[in-house]
């Protein structure tokens, strides 16, 4: 959002001291909860949508699902008790033809309105039936008063202000308006969608605030209007410039030079060390971070990646390209259960080898025991410690880095801007006035205009390929009316010798949300498993992990669930990502319409890691009207249709939006308020064209821009 400039004295909400304001009134309240205390926050505020009230539909020329303005005299209205309490009114109009207005909610104002006899205008959606027309909840109008000449919009607003309060409070804000284009001419004139005209900054607003009587309706209420797209080019503009800076200014940073030892040292010795091959998009990621870490300025390189296709394996050569240089490296991942598989991994691959140096790999988490952390703290501190793995407990004031050379952040959306800005600030006292190497890494591939725009000031590698030997597990998607065709299959599976997730969302029973918690589940799955045997002739055994559980019990049941202890594990999402059971072959997830694609996908992951032939069950319930939402269905029917994380990706930004993906990457900064990705993405093209030409011609209004539309809000650009 804009920086707020100085209000002035016909504001809604004028500046001054208390005493010389006028009392305030609940709607001017209601303005400052939604943060309309200036005219730049009050003409950005933008319709909704718009209402066609320039004309009255006579009833008999109407069509179902219309959304008109009828008027006609009432000729009854009461109040019934059921099947709900309602009121109920029946108008009929000059053409003789009726329509039934219900209320669910009403006042005494709404009853004196439609007293018996009165005329009255009505506005809402139409619906037929076989007992004529009806509107419920439409907005009453006076019968009397002149017809707009134009569309009117309507505006998000809050309890306590009304629609009219509004319109006129952002009517005041736009005659005030002052606003001069910051957008040079030549970019103005290259501008894509908007007919030929080029179209300023005030011009784009007045029509959206105050649309002509010519306009197109529809391009409007889509966002395809000349208008919106000017809009929408201001703040992708503003975004391309801040992270074109960005960029400029962490080139001017100095960062320490990670080089391995000429005979290829430590990330060579690991890499003959792996029992496999590294995969060639996995060889291609290994050495556009090598060429970055033997920069002298700071590496800032995002790693994605599909699930399963060997993230963990490229840190681990860039943490040991970092040590082989005599550095440091920090891995941080955001739970215990992840970090600890990390920690896992890299203590097998990289201990053997650092064991000659005396040097080692350290693990920092909250719940250590306090004698076992001050021992990590001390190692971290002396350099004994080459590579740290842990939690947020990295980043904690007691943790003091000798010489941090490279952070490596994994699943970054899910870490804030002050939690990477704190990893990156523990360079150490032997690293003064250097900046840490920022490797972040993804399993949630990133769709391409997210990437030209979220994160166009950062350098991205993408793990396009999965190491041979995955099988694709097999997707099926079943009503939870079937629930005991799939503990049978589970059955089967645990006698095989197998091992299965069941997937719940909750851990406690709740009212509001009829979903089963995973305690039930786990209760229920324990006595239809009763006397079943696995392969080996053991009793099966059924454990259960969720975030509410102790550290220690979290570890005692992944740890048995790893060794094979556990036939049937049923958690909540903890399971997301890291955890890797080859045996796993069978994912459960129950009321998989609760759950993200992006999630689901995840999950999905968790199961065929290995050579065995592997199947995901997705249990939906289908409501009470015995139907999914849209938005649930595209989820599942994504999720049978492909596999493929980057069309999954593109299909969830395309459900969702762009605000999950970045997490709280976005701490700092709106999400883009009148751009589309997608509908856009031309636009992402235009303001990356323009953007460096601006800064290298027009710096001044380059950062007035800036400025206007970000303000000072450009942390999240650090991080």
Not at 225 to 232: D, I, K, T, V
Not at 277 to 293: K, M, S, Y
Request: hydrophobic letters at 45%; one cysteine or more.
């Amino acid at each position: 959002m804009p920086r707020p400039a100085a209000a002035s004295p016909e504001s809604p909400c004028p500046a001054g001291p208390p005493a010389a304001r006028a009392p305030v009134s609940a709607a001017q309240r209601a303005l400052q909860r939604l943060g309309l205390t200036d005219d730049t926050a009050l003409v950005l505020h933008l319709p909704l949508r718009y209402e066609d009230l320039t004309r009255v539909t006579p009833l008999g020329q109407a069509r179902d699902g219309d959304e008109a303005l009828v008027e006609g005299v009432v000729l009854s209205c009461e109040v019934l008790a059921r099947p709900r309490r309602q009121l109920v009114a029946v108008v009929q109009g000059d053409d003789g033809a009726r329509v039934t207005l219900r209320f669910f909610t009403f006042y005494p104002t709404h009853r004196q309105r439609l007293a018996l006899g009165a005329r009255v205008r009505a506005h809402g959606e139409l619906r037929g039936g076989w007992a004529g027309w009806s509107m419920v909840h439409p907005r009453l109008l006076a019968p009397d008063a002149p017809l707009p000449t134009g569309l009117t919009p309507v505006y998000p607003t809050t309890a306590g202000l009304p629609q009219a309060y509004l319109r006129a409070a952002i009517q005041r804000a736009l005659a005030r308006l002052a606003w001069d284009d910051t957008v040079p001419a030549a970019a103005l004139a290259e501008l894509p969608g908007v007919h030929g005209r080029a179209w300023t900054l005030p011009q784009a607003l007045r029509v959206l605030h105050q649309p002509p009587p010519d306009v197109e309706r529809d391009a409007l209420q889509q966002r395809t209007h000349p208008a919106w797209r000017r809009l929408a080019a201001e703040e992708l503009l503003a975004q391309q410039l801040a992270q074109w800076q960005a960029r400029q200014q962490r080139a001017a940073l100095r960062a320490p030079v990670l080089r391995a030892a000429p005979d290829g040292g430590l990330p060579a010795r690991l890499q003959a060390a792996l029992p496999f091959a590294l995969t060639g998009a996995q060889r291609r990621v290994v050495a556009e971070i090598a060429a970055d870490l033997a920069r002298a300025h700071p590496m800032h390189r995002l790693l994605q990646g599909d699930v399963g296709s060997g993230k963990t394996v490229v840190a681990a050569l860039a943490a040991a390209t970092a040590i082989d240089a005599g550095w440091q490296c920090a891995l941080m991942a955001p739970t215990e259960i992840l970090a600890e598989q990390h920690f896992g991994k890299l203590v097998q691959w990289l201990e053997p080898l650092l064991q000659p140096s005396g040097r080692s790999v350290a693990w920092l988490t909250g719940a250590q025991p306090r004698a076992q952390r001050q021992a990590m703290l001390q190692a971290i501190a002396q350099g004994q410690a080459a590579l740290v793995v842990g939690t947020h407990a990295v980043i904690q004031q007691q943790v003091v880095f000798q010489r941090l050379g490279l952070a490596i952040v994994d699943e970054q959306h899910r870490f804030g801007v002050e939690q990477r800005l704190a990893l990156r600030g523990k360079a150490g006292a032997q690293a003064v006035g250097l900046e840490p190497h920022l490797l972040m890494m993804s399993a949630t591939p990133i769709p391409r205009t997210l990437a030209m725009t979220a994160f166009g000031d950062v350098d991205v590698s993408t793990l396009d390929e999965l190491p041979p030997g995955r099988t694709p597990v097999v997707t099926k998607l079943l009503a939870d009316t079937r629930r005991a065709q799939v503990i049978e299959r589970i059955r089967a599976q645990v006698a095989q010798g197998r091992q299965v997730y069941w997937v719940c969302p909750l851990v406690e029973e709740s009212e509001a949300l009829d979903l089963r918690a995973a305690t039930a589940t786990h209760a229920e799955l324990t006595a239809a498993l009763h006397g079943a045997l696995d392969a080996q002739g053991r009793p099966v055994r059924v454990g259960l992990l969720h975030a509410r559980l102790p550290t220690a019990e979290k570890k005692a049941v992944m740890a048995a669930f790893a060794r094979g202890e556990l036939a049937v594990l049923v958690a909540t999402t903890v399971i997301e990502v890291g955890v890797d059971v080859p045996n796993a072959t069978l994912m459960v997830v129950e009321h998989a319409e609760r759950f993200g694609l992006s999630q689901l996908h995840q999950l999905r992951g968790r199961v065929g890691r290995g050579s065995l032939a592997a199947a995901c069950v997705l249990l939906y319930s289908p409501g009470e009207a015995g139907r999914l939402g849209e938005a649930a269905r595209e989820r599942l029917r994504a999720m049978v249709e492909t596999h493929d994380g980057f069309e999954i990706a593109r299909r969830d930004l395309a459900i969702r939006g762009p605000g999950e993906f970045l997490g709280a990457r976005q701490s700092g900064l709106p999400m883009l308020r009148f751009a589309d990705l997608q509908r856009d993405a031309d636009l992402i093209e235009w303001a990356q064209r323009w953007a460096p030409w601006m800064w290298a011609h027009a710096p001044t209004q380059a950062q007035r821009h800036v400025q206007r539309w970000l303000g000072a809000k450009l942390d999240y650009l650090k991080a």
